[in-house]
Structures are given as C-alpha cells and as structure tokens.
C-alpha cells in the first residue's frame, strides 16, 4: 500500500511525497524533531501528523527507499530512538511497538524512502490483547495525546 501510494504521488507531482512532506514539517517546526547524519545517512525524525497507531506515535524517514542500509545510518536511527525513549520514559511510557517498512531489498525507487513508526503501548499488560473495542469494533485508531504536544516534549532531546 505505501509503495502504491507513493508512486501514484510521484507518478501526479513528479516529487516524492517523502521529501515533500519532510520540506513540510521543517518549514513549519511544529512536528519536526531533527535529523541526525547526512546524505546516505541521514534520518529524519517526526511525530505524525495524523495519528493511526494510537498514541504518541513518532516516527523517521530513512536516506533510500529499501535495505541494506550502512552501519552509520544504523548508529543514527539507534541514536534517535534513544533520544526519543528518553522522552517517552519522560511521558510514562514504558512499552512500545516498532515496524520498520522497506521495498524490496536492494531495489532504488526515487519515490519511496525507508521509514519506521514508533507508537507507545500505554496500558500495563494484562496477558490479552491491547487493542481496545474502538480500535476493532469499529476500525479506529484512538489518539491520546496531540502530535503537537508529543513533538513538544520530546523536542528538548534533540538539542
């Protein structure tokens, strides 16, 4: 679906809705965290600006749209999301789920980047699942917490 959409962007602006929405958050600094590295190894940290997996949802654009990536632009993902653990630990988040979504190994699409999602699990374990009856009774994701608001507290961690 991501590489679909992202192609049917290209195909109509003939610019990757990547880098455009990138450009976006920059210009605004309202949701843009910072980026950590350059060029090849450059990732980009936000929180969303329409939140679909629950709360507090961040996430990071990488530099090329599948693996493999270098060892440097693992050490700047793995910095990043240090960085925002410590303001999830901040918020009282101690759980979270993590995807990292690629096309297809070795492939270079000029319109897809690499990116991953954070989203916290907020609710203590019960041993059953953690999706609650909004989010699969009637498909909808529950946010608690404004993007705007998470990206103000964890914005002092990229200083």
Sequence with gaps: MYLEQAK????EYKTSFFEDYISLEKQNQVRFLGEIGNGENKVTFLTA???IAGRDEVFFIGPKS????????????AEGCHRIFEGYHEMGIRSINFNINSDLYNSNKNYFRIFGTIWSRPLKN????????AEIGFKMALTYRLPEKVAETLKKYWK
Excluded: E, H, M, T
């Excluded at 599948?66 to 993902?77: H, Q, R």
């Excluded at 041993?127 to 609650?132: E, F, I, L, T």
């Design 49 to 51: 600006w329409c939140p």
């Design 66 to 77: 599948a693996f493999p990536l270098s060892d440097k632009c693992w050490n700047n993902i």
């Design 8 to 11: 049917s962007y290209f195909q």
């Design 126 to 133: 019960l041993d059953v699942s953690d999706r609650g009856f």
